[in-house]
């Protein structure tokens, strides 16, 4: 079946970027997405990419797409503090947009 | 959180017994979903509807049953919870590529 992977930790100074790695088994992925998760909340969807595109850019965001590697990427520039959360990455096949998460990264900002 | 009510937020049951979580939504998507988040595991599907009384199963579908008598809302249901159910439940909802979240169910099975 489908498998989504990442790493489960990362820690940036404030002001720097942070870059969150995800890959994918599923060729047939046609959307992947990445979903911030806050203490106690639900998930927010940050931003999608659909599979033909290689890159999407939204404020401080970017969103990296190697679909040859299968590996997806999202980079926040100038990191505050109230960015710490859990990143969630995700992949859909379907128009029924049932997602296949990943087990999340804890990004921690230290100030 | 895009008029989506989980109710209960919080719930403490018995090993055995059985356990209904609400769904409700004002938006008029036609996919809802129930997935459980497990440390380690991310979030993961145990049961979609893409209509009134259209459902189906998710990966880890074992243990739950769903019903949709209204597009608005979508129940879950541990027909005998035990204690391998105890996480967090969201829902979520779709029309098409977003898919929105719910504020999350802590069930506790003791």
């Known amino acids: 079946g489908e498998d989504v992977e990442q790493s489960l930790f990362l820690s940036v100074r404030e002001g720097d970027s942070s870059v969150i790695n995800c890959t994918y088994t599923?060729?047939?992925?046609?959307?992947l997405y990445w979903y911030k998760q806050e203490p106690g909340a639900g998930l927010q969807l940050l931003t999608y990419i659909f599979s033909n595109m290689d890159m999407k850019q939204d404020q401080r965001l970017t969103v990296l797409l190697n679909k040859k590697d299968k590996h997806l990427s999202l980079r926040i520039a100038d990191t505050q503090t109230g960015d710490s959360a859990i990143y969630f990455c995700a992949e859909s096949n379907n128009a029924g947009n049932m997602l296949t998460f990943g087990g999340g990264t804890r990004l921690m900002v230290k100030p | 959180d895009a008029g989506i009510t989980q109710s209960p937020r919080h719930k403490v049951t018995e090993t055995g017994t059985p356990v209904t979580l609400r769904c409700h939504q004002t938006?008029?998507?036609?996919?809802m979903y129930w997935y459980r988040q497990d440390p380690g595991h991310g979030l993961r599907l145990i049961h979609y509807?893409?209509?009134?009384?259209?459902?189906d199963k998710g990966e880890v579908s074992d243990g739950y049953s769903v019903s949709r008598s209204k597009t608005e809302d979508f129940l879950l249901t541990l027909e005998s919870a035990t204690s391998s159910q105890t996480s967090v439940y969201f829902c979520?909802?779709?029309?098409?590529?977003?898919?929105?979240f719910g504020q999350g169910t802590r069930l506790t099975v003791v």
């Open positions: 509807s893409y209509g009134v009384k259209d459902t």
């Open positions: 599923d060729s047939s992925s046609t959307y």
């Open positions: 979520a909802i779709s029309e098409s590529r977003e898919a929105f």
């Open positions: 938006e008029n998507h036609r996919y």
